[in-house]
């Protein structure tokens, strides 16, 4: 049996106002189309819903306990239109995003708290990842946005990279240093320094080539006398007076009061840059809000 949902429409309409010329009204239809639609359902359903006279029209038992049924099928179509409408604009549904957590502490927690906000209906996965692993993310759609550095982006068929953040590099090292006061530092004077830096396999990809070439540019190569696996580890080790670093400043609201950060001047992209990443072929709705949010707190640049 099929039943139409505007013949319950039509039913619903008749039992609020028990009048066929009264639902016609509110519904802008001739009363003739309710009278038949009502009488079809009827007999599809093989039940009497109306007991009509010249004078009245009620409900009928059988009329009665349909009511509420057709009044819960009605609405639950409703709301099923609703959410589809909803996931198609971004609405509802699920957003995965990748960061890089130093990077994004600064910026990433109040636009998240305003995409809530503005979103609630929307999950949002967030995770720390290393950079290798968001890449690799975004490249199987297993992520939708990504916060990490450029280098390596540009293989992913389809991707769109702006960058959203930059932070200068700075020469680290232990407040007993004779060089720690200075307010900058010229990369060549670091040249008979021992160098700590995060390990080439480990790094975000280009970080230890991109410091070695800060080096090079400045006319000696490091002399790199520990390279750890985790760049936290970096600032531990230059803690224990090991070496110097060479970290963006990203990283001093996680040193100890033991460590300085000084400006290096006098070298090429000297900076660390940060870039938000998403496939353009990406069908999930919620990725444009969130882009589009984001601009009204960081512009891309």
Not at 91 to 113: A, Q, R, T, Y
Not at 116 to 123: F, I, L
Not at 136 to 145: P, S, V, W
Not at 207 to 213: A, F, K, L, P
Request: glycine residues 4%; contains cysteine; hydrophobic residues 40%.
């Amino acid at each position: 049996m099929h039943l139409d949902i505007r013949q319950l429409r039509y039913f619903i309409a008749v039992a609020k106002y028990l009048s066929f010329t009264e639902a016609a009204n509110q519904l802008y239809v001739a009363q003739s189309a309710i009278s038949q639609q009502i009488a079809d359902l009827e007999e599809k359903m093989g039940v009497k819903l109306f007991k009509r006279s010249k004078r009245s029209v009620e409900l009928t038992p059988a009329g009665a306990v349909f009511l509420k049924e057709a009044e819960e099928i009605v609405e639950k179509m409703a709301e099923a239109v609703d959410k589809a409408r909803q996931t198609e604009n971004g609405i509802i549904g699920s957003l995965n995003i990748g960061f890089l957590s130093v990077h994004v502490k600064d910026f990433l927690p109040g636009i998240i708290k305003a995409f809530r906000a503005r979103y609630p209906k929307v999950e949002l996965n967030l995770n720390h990842y290393p950079s290798q692993m968001i890449k690799e993310g975004l490249e199987k759609n297993d992520l939708d946005i990504g916060f990490a550095i450029p280098s390596g982006l540009h293989r992913i068929e389809g991707i769109q990279i702006r960058t959203v953040h930059r932070s200068p590099y700075c020469a680290v090292m232990h407040r007993n240093h004779p060089l720690a006061h200075r307010s900058s530092i010229h990369m060549a004077e670091l040249s008979h320094e021992p160098f700590v830096i995060h390990n080439r396999h480990d790094s975000p990809v280009g970080s230890y080539d991109h410091i070695v070439r800060l080096c090079q540019q400045s006319g000696f190569v490091p002399n790199v006398v520990s390279h750890p696996r985790f760049v936290d580890s970096v600032l531990v080790l230059v803690e224990s007076e090991i070496g110097i670093g060479v970290l963006p400043s990203d990283f001093e609201a996680y040193a100890s009061p033991q460590i300085r950060f000084v400006p290096i001047e006098g070298v090429e992209d000297n900076h660390f840059e940060l870039a938000i990443a998403w496939k353009e072929t990406n069908m999930n709705p919620s990725v444009a809000l969130f882009l589009d949010l984001f601009q009204e707190f960081i512009p891309f640049q």
